[in-house]
Structures are given as C-alpha cells and as structure tokens.
T-cell receptor
Framework: EAQVTQNPRYLITVTGKKLTVTCSQN?????MSWYRQDPGLGLRQIYYSMNVEVTDKGDVPEGYKVSRKEKRNFPLILESPSPNQTSLYFCASSPIPLLADLLEQYFGPGTRLTVT | DAKTTQPPSMDCAEGRAANLPCNHS???????VYWYRQIHSQGPQYIIH???NNETNEMASLIITEDRKSSTLILPHATLRDTAVYYCIVRVAVDMRFGAGTRLTVKP
C-alpha cells in the first residue's frame, strides 16, 4: 500500500531534550516536506526537500533541522525543543513530474508533539 | 502562489450538494487550482485539481470561471463523513501553501 508513515504518532517531552520524528514514504517520491499545524494558523511549511541531499527552508524553519540521506526518509529533528514547538506535525511526499499537472501531495497521519 | 479567499465556515444538509467557493483573483496563467480536505486532525487529502476546464472525479466536481478568478468545489451528495476543512490552493510549483480553508459541517 502506497503510504507515508510517521513515528511516533504521539510524543510528550521536556524542554531541551533532543528528539527526532521519522517520516518514510514507499512511493519513490522525489519531493518531501514537513508542516506544522496550530489552531488558528493553519498548516505552515517547516522544511522541504526536492531530492536526496537537497533541502530547503519553508516558512517556519527556526528550531528545526532535517536531513535527506535516502529518498524514502525525511526525518525532522528538534535539537532543543521548546514549548512553542508543541504542535501537530505532518510529513508529505509528492512526485515531481515534468509538467506541473497533478502535483498531488500524500500526507502522513500526523505526529502530535507536546513539549513541557 | 496566488492568494486564495474562502469563507471560514459553511453548513450543508446531508444528501444535498455542497458548493464551496474560492476566490483567486490574482491567479496567473500557469497556476493550477487544487482542492484538499482535512478530516478532524488527519493528514490533508487530495480531492481534485484543474487549470481551465471543469473537472469531475469520483469525489467531487470543480467549476472554474472563464476568467479563472474563482472556482467552486461541488460535493454532489454530501454525507456526514464529508465534514472537514476544505482548502483551495493555487500553485504552479511542487511547493504548496495552505490557507485557513472552509470548515464544512454536514448536518443530518
């Protein structure tokens, strides 16, 4: 089954304790992205990657790191989490076709992170 | 990406058509109109997209005005499971920006 998986789905942690949220897709997609969703602010892009070893900042990259060593994996790293990073996080992937048509993004189930 | 404007919320009776409008008056000629929805706190789900012509698939229909400055997503027979936030996005690149969307509530 084609899917994007995220782990963990739920995480409660304390300020300053490094954590990694994993994201994996089995569709051989070039493009992967991380979003955070907060009440009243909608979905905001954190980082994205157009291919292996190619990453770029989205709208809200501060406090986050990513890596793309393999095509299928795109982990999100919080080196020193703070309470303002409490949020619902989504990973997404998409192929990059030659034409702009059908740029459908597939989203993971989400990771609910609470930083105390 | 062109900015979109959607009503914050709408109600629809179960079994009736739900018509969700979107204004995108600054859309450029090569930007597509995409619709996604998000049910509760699940990941957003692709619904439909189009450039100029009206489109239909098993989930919905998309009507784009001739000047492309607005569009309407139509769910022909809304069910309770269609209650969700619906996002209208215009884009040309693989990158995507979500707005606040329209919260559609389907009522029995």
């Amino acid at each position: 089954e084609a899917q994007v998986t995220q782990n963990p789905r739920y995480l409660i942690t304390v300020t300053g304790k490094k954590l990694t949220v994993t994201c994996s897709q089995n569709m051989n997609h070039e493009y992967m992205s991380w979003y955070r969703q907060d009440p009243g602010l909608g979905l905001r892009q954190i980082y994205y990657s157009m291919n292996v070893e190619v990453t770029d900042k989205g709208d809200v990259p501060e406090g986050y790191k990513v890596s793309r060593k393999e095509k299928r994996n795109f982990p999100l790293i919080l080196e020193s989490p703070s309470p303002n990073q409490t949020s619902l996080y989504f990973c997404a992937s998409s192929p990059i076709p030659l034409l702009a048509d059908l740029l459908e993004q597939y989203f993971g189930p989400g990771t609910r992170l609470t930083v105390t | 990406d062109a900015k979109t404007t959607q009503p914050p919320s709408m109600d629809c009776a179960e079994g009736r058509a739900a018509n969700l409008p979107c204004n995108h008056s600054t859309i450029s000629g090569n930007e597509y109109v995409y619709w996604y929805r998000q049910i509760h706190s699940q990941g957003p789900q692709y619904i439909i997209h189009g450039l100029k012509n009206n489109e239909t698939n098993e989930m919905a229909s998309l009507i784009i005005t001739e000047d492309r400055k607005s569009s309407t997503l139509i769910l022909p027979h809304a069910t309770l499971r269609d209650t969700a936030v619906y996002y209208c996005i215009v884009r040309v690149a693989v990158d995507m920006r979500f707005g606040a969307g329209t919260r559609l509530t389907v009522k029995p």
